[in-house]
């Protein structure tokens, strides 16, 4: 760390930091522990899919009020598929890939000294603090934590006497949505300012690396799409506690009695609610795919194919995914002529996807490919978003989803996308700038094993959900062999838990290798991938403030093979010091 | 080459000798992007609740009541208090900025009475009988209004923190543009109280 810096004392530096450094590698561990419970509550699920008769006694002892005489009770099996989609989405994927890589990388790409508003960029993480803090503590509050579902749809969570969950669990989950909500704002305003004014001499919007143009694009979606659901957190809190009728309908009977509620309608939150729900699919999936570009560019070392037409594809993708959200209501309740609306824009969604997903194709076309472990992970991505991107197309479509939904067949694309394709992001992103993150490399054999366990479990189990959910198995249900229709395909259920303990013990190796390195791991030096961005005008780690002055820009990100195979000119290399026999190739 | 605000792309860096270096800004373009982004959560917060609005009021149990009158005095204040704010802004482009910092004043003030004036409404349909829990209609008033209210109070603040800049001299005849920022919060807000005055008042 510079001088500047080492100035500081030891809780400035590292814990209320300004640097955004410091902050993104702060959202990253937070997102690692918050990690460690999401998946700890998956295995809890797998088991009660697996085996939802047995007893287990050790876990009536580790866990008395869930397993009450040793049988998992229905209402913590709902607690748990709640709160497992809402800490992976929100506490994980958003922290780990949007807030923490964003964070270390957006002022090193685009050649800033820091964000923007640094003290705000502290005040977001101090505020996501809380907010896990809250989604946590929800679990220990009398009747558990929330268990009305990721989606909190009313009247389950708009009343508090309707499931164990619906009482203070319900309002702490709105109180730390609230405060994740304030804080993803806080960041994404940051983000948009220092992309889009913080930018050093030369570096144009088109000579921008992907992954700021894609984190650019989230943090937009993000400032358009989160207000809305503010606003039906706000309504949901005044029904729960002010005895408003926003979204609860008359004739509701809560344990034998007719409330007094009237007129409302649950519909208009399910809107509210998709209207951020599904551009913030998008705030997650496209970091991932700019990250596989970096990535992809950098060790097939060949300039990313179609740079132009991945940005317009990007803008294009975020305009209409807000404008599709009703693909997740077909079964809600609408006109069929708008339900031909929302399929009509969202099989519309392919085409800038396909464009993407051809680009990141044909970069990796005549590619000098160096198989590293983040390059693996990138390609891993190049994969998932074609794979889960199928089962969408049925998804998206009225006809097919109305069979479809609610079915396991959901569970399986989602978590294709916003699960195997982000998180095979974060370690991209974290296998490629560990170097720049604390000057040391991870272990490559570990990093494969790592990744060779995770996809070899990740795919067969996701695919195998969507044929579970062909064959009409039903989401969020507490026993899968309760329907006689869907018995036979159990074993399947028994394969997919199989699955996920290889997934936990690649997650482990990575764990091991994460620790490792960042004590033991071998020095890297400045630019240790050959890669032609800013970030690699740094030392290693990045020290505070990252230049005294940043570098000017004379070039495109991924001048790559411009001098011959493996030869590369960095952004930061002047015209005149060009010695190749190809002209510079500009983005 | 230009950047993305149209501000040359040549960056002051501020490396000052024996302190932390300052990080470098185009400053010209950074303070109006963040307020654009800015402006555009509340407006999307507020256009949910429009819509939130237009289809709760197809409800079978709507009852429309009538807005308490003191809203219209309050709509008053709130106008004039932006058009204060424009002769404030006028008087610091004029170098005078002792009239400037008394517009800034007064506009402040209206934005408080305009507050009270809020709270007295919400009282004066209370004693109605239209409780947040009794009439849909009377709960969007009351809802909208304090969210409203919450962003009103927050521009109260920037104005004031303006204000004590004014008073320290911060601001000179061609250095002004906090004033300037602030004015287009304010004018903001103003205008999503004029249309939330508007849907409430359609019965």
Request: include cysteine; charged fraction near 10%; proline fraction near 5%.
């Amino acid at each position: 760390m510079s001088s500047a810096h080492a100035g500081l004392p030891f809780w400035r530096r590292y814990i209320f930091s300004t640097d955004h450094k410091v902050i993104g590698i702060q959202y990253i561990l937070t997102a690692v522990f918050m990690a460690l419970v999401a998946v700890g509550l998956s295995v809890l699920i797998r088991m009660q899919m697996t085996w939802p008769v047995r007893l287990w006694p050790i876990m009536e002892q580790l866990l008395p009020t869930a397993y009450e005489g040793g049988a998992l009770k229905p209402e913590f099996y709902l607690t748990m598929v709640t709160m497992h989609g809402t800490i992976m989405v929100f506490f994980v994927i958003s922290l780990a890939l949007v807030s923490g890589v964003g964070n270390f990388i957006i002022p090193l790409q685009v050649g800033a000294r820091d964000m923007a508003y640094p003290f705000l960029n502290m005040l977001s993480y101090w505020t996501i603090v809380p907010a896990c803090l809250i989604m946590l503590a929800s679990f220990f509050v009398e009747g558990g934590a929330a268990a009305g579902g990721w989606t909190s749809y009313p009247p389950l969570s708009a009343l508090p006497g309707a499931l164990p969950g619906s009482g203070l669990g319900q309002t702490l989950w709105i109180l730390g949505m609230a405060l994740f909500i304030v804080s993803f704002t806080m960041g994404s305003l940051n983000f948009a300012t220092t992309i889009l004014n913080l930018r050093t001499k030369g570096m144009s919007l088109m000579r921008m690396p992907l992954t700021v143009w894609t984190l650019l694009v989230s943090s937009v979606l993000g400032i358009l799409a989160f207000p809305p659901l503010t606003a039906a957190a706000i309504m949901l809190l005044l029904d729960r506690h002010g005895g408003t009728s926003f979204f609860l309908p008359e004739g509701l009977v809560l344990g034998g009695n007719v409330l007094a509620y009237e007129g409302g309608t649950p519909l208009l939150f399910q809107h509210l609610f998709w209207f951020l729900g599904h551009p913030e699919v998008y705030v997650l999936v496209l970091p991932a795919l700019g990250i596989a570009f970096d990535v992809v560019a950098t060790f097939g070392r060949r300039p990313v194919f179609g740079y132009r037409t991945t940005v317009w594809a990007l803008i294009v993708a975020a305009v209409l995914s807000m404008i599709v959200w009703g693909h997740h209501m077909f079964t809600s309740g609408m006109n069929p002529y708008l339900g031909e609306y929302f399929s009509i824009v969202t099989v519309l969604i392919t085409l800038p996807f396909a464009v993407i997903g051809v680009n990141l194709v044909a970069s990796l076309w005549r590619a000098d490919i160096r198989l590293t472990t983040a390059m693996l992970f990138a390609i891993g991505i190049i994969s998932a978003v074609g794979t889960g991107g199928l089962g969408g197309l049925w998804l998206g479509t009225a006809a097919s989803d109305i069979y479809f939904h609610s079915s396991v067949f959901v569970v399986g694309h989602f978590h294709f996308m916003i699960g195997v394709v982000t998180s095979f992001g974060i370690f991209a992103a974290i296998y490629y700038w560990f170097p720049k993150m604390f000057g040391r490399h991870m272990n490559e054999t570990l990093g494969k094993i790592h990744f060779w366990l995770t996809i070899s479990s990740v795919f067969p189990a996701f695919i195998g959900m969507h044929y579970l959910g062909l064959g009409g198995a039903l989401r969020r249900v507490y026993d899968p062999t309760y329907y006689e229709y869907v018995r036979p395909l159990q074993e399947m259920n028994v394969w997919i838990t199989f699955l996920l303990f290889v997934a936990i013990a690649g997650q482990l190796v990575f764990f091991v290798n994460l620790f490792r390195s960042l004590f033991w791991g071998t020095r890297a030096e400045a630019n240790p991938w050959n890669g032609a961005t800013l970030e690699w005008t740094t030392p290693s780690p990045a020290p505070h403030l990252n230049w005294n002055e940043p570098p000017t820009v004379y070039g495109g990100p991924y001048q790559y093979r411009v001098n011959g195979v493996g030869g590369y000119v960095a952004q930061h290399t002047p015209p005149e010091e060009i010695k190749c026999p190809v002209g510079p190739h500009e983005g | 080459m230009n950047g993305f605000d149209g501000t040359p792309d040549l960056i002051p860096v501020h490396v000052a000798v024996n302190s932390e270096p300052k990080i470098s800004h185009r400053s010209s373009g950074l303070y109006p992007m963040f307020l654009l982004a800015v402006l555009a959560t509340v407006m999307m917060l507020f256009a949910a609740f429009t819509a939130a609005l237009i289809v709760r009021r197809t409800g079978s149990d709507w009852v429309p009541v009538q807005i308490p009158s003191v809203v219209w005095l309050n709509t008053v204040f709130i106008v004039t208090s932006s058009i204060l704010l424009e002769c404030a802004k006028k008087a610091f482009s004029r170098g005078s900025g002792s009239q400037a910092s008394l517009w800034l004043g007064y506009s402040i003030a209206l934005g408080v009475l305009f507050l009270i004036g809020q709270l007295i409404a919400w009282s004066v349909l209370n004693d109605q009988g239209f409780l947040l829990s009794t009439n849909t209609h009377a709960a969007f008033f009351y809802m909208l209004s304090g969210v409203h209210g919450a962003h009103v109070l927050g521009g109260i603040g920037v104005l004031v923190w303006t204000l004590r800049r004014a008073l320290a001299g911060a601001y000179g005849i061609d250095q002004y543009r906090g004033v300037a920022h602030a004015a287009i919060y304010w004018h903001c807000v103003g205008a999503v109280w004029i249309h939330l005055l508007v849907l409430l008042s359609i019965t």
